[in-house]
């Protein structure tokens, strides 16, 4: 199993950015996908995660700034995140999770510049 993300990069504040992961080398539908993102110095911690009925959580921070979004079919999950700010800073991790694993992507950066 693979997760491929992609959309990171630098923003400025205000702005707007979408990650996309797109999850391949398994038929297994996951339970739960989402994104995680780990700032400088700090531990990885979620930042929203949808499971495969269509529940959505979000960490208190982005709730209102950001819309996870997930395609059972095509076995992708996209995060849309506005009003950046300079705390939004971080390595964004796609997550899988089925009930036979936890797989992660390799990241990508977000930089946003005030």
């Known amino acids: 199993v693979q997760l491929q993300a992609s959309g990171g990069g630098l923003v400025q504040a205000g702005g707007s950015l979408r990650l996309s992961c797109v999850v391949t080398?398994?038929?297994?539908?996951?339970?739960?996908m989402g994104w995680y993102r780990q700032a400088p110095g700090k531990q990885r911690d979620m930042v929203a995660v949808a499971t495969n009925t269509g529940r959505t959580q979000y960490t208190d921070s982005v709730k209102g700034r950001c819309t996870i979004s997930r395609d059972n079919g095509k076995n992708t999950i996209d995060l849309v995140m506005n009003n950046l700010n300079d705390e939004d800073t971080a390595v964004y991790y796609c997550?899988?999770?089925?009930?036979?694993?936890?797989?992660w992507g390799e990241g990508t950066l977000v930089t946003v510049s005030s």
């Open positions: 997550h899988a999770q089925t009930l036979g694993g936890t797989y």
């Open positions: 080398g398994s038929n297994v539908r996951m339970n739960v």
